[in-house]
């Protein structure tokens, strides 16, 4: 059963995006789904790391995941507050 979306602030989606990290995960991930497996050669950080910054763009309500065996695949959503799906786009 997918998770229901909740509207965060705009103060975590600003905090959310503050991180370079975090924004090349946003601007890697755009319009696409991808791998985490991907993202750790892309970026050549460590899979917990790059996994933490993603777990933190979840919880902002910015990004959604997908198992399929041990890999997670992510996408951007379009936040549910119409301000934050404003300044993303």
């Known amino acids: 059963m997918p998770r ?8 975590q989606l600003f905090r959310a995006l503050a991180d ?7 601007s890697l991930i755009a319009g ?12 050549g950080m460590s899979q ?3 996994s933490r910054h993603l777990a933190y763009l979840r919880r902002a309500g910015l990004v959604a995941s997908r198992s399929e065996g041990k890999w997670v695949h ?6 549910v507050d ?5 300044i993303l786009r």
């Open 4 to 11: 229901k979306l909740h509207a965060p602030s705009l103060d």
């Open 20 to 26: 370079p990290i975090r924004l090349r995960l946003v």
């Open 32 to 43: 696409r789904e991808i791998c985490v497996c991907f993202l750790v050669d892309i970026l």
């Open 48 to 50: 917990p790391k790059i």
């Open 74 to 79: 992510y996408r951007l959503v379009d936040p």
């Open 82 to 86: 119409a301000a934050a799906a404003e």
